[in-house]
């Protein structure tokens, strides 16, 4: 097989007393994503992309759930250890699509900074092989109401 492509969510709270992490990078913010790690869903998101376009399952099955040594863990650790598993399998990335549906705050000044941290956890050769972009829930629903963060990640992987 050539290329095989992954599909990737998540979503978490949001709760007072934690910082926001998103992208990789801290966001100025009153609330926080909720979670075991600091709960970045946008590299969660990236991450079960990869899992899945390498049919490797997702980021419960390959880090589990409620681990004492996941707690507080920067999701970027996490990237770090499946780009190891796609260089084992000899996958390289094509690129990599995601969106944050976030009602507040707005992304958009932090968007390039996310991308510049994936850009370079992943050694991708070319800033356009990461495409991060941000959008509202339109006030519908918990995400609309503000109560968490969702993203959604696609990748594209080309066998060596």
């Excluded at 979503?11 to 600091?38: C, N, V």
């Excluded at 589990?64 to 990335?93: D, F, R």
């Excluded at 690129?95 to 994936?118: G, H, R």
Aim: hydrophobic share 45%; proline share 5%.
């Amino acid at each position: 097989m050539g290329f095989r492509i992954g599909y990737g969510y998540d979503i978490h709270p949001l709760i007072i007393g934690r910082p926001l992490i998103l992208g990789g990078i801290s966001i100025p913010f009153d609330k926080g994503l909720d979670g075991d790690s600091d709960a970045d869903v946008a590299i969660h998101a990236i991450i079960d992309a990869l899992l899945g376009g390498l049919g490797a399952g997702d980021i419960g099955r390959k880090f589990g759930v409620g681990k004492p040594e996941l707690l507080g863990i920067s999701s970027i650790k996490l990237l770090e250890k499946v780009y190891q598993q796609l260089l084992e399998a000899e996958y390289s990335i094509v690129n990599i699509d995601v969106t944050i549906i976030a009602e507040a705050p707005k992304l958009s000044e932090y968007i390039p900074l996310m991308q510049t941290q994936v850009f370079k956890t992943l050694y991708l050769s070319n800033p356009t092989m990461i495409n991060i972009k941000a959008t509202t829930a339109k006030k519908i629903g918990p995400l609309g109401a503000g109560e968490g963060i969702a993203a959604i990640a696609v990748a594209l992987l080309e066998k060596k």
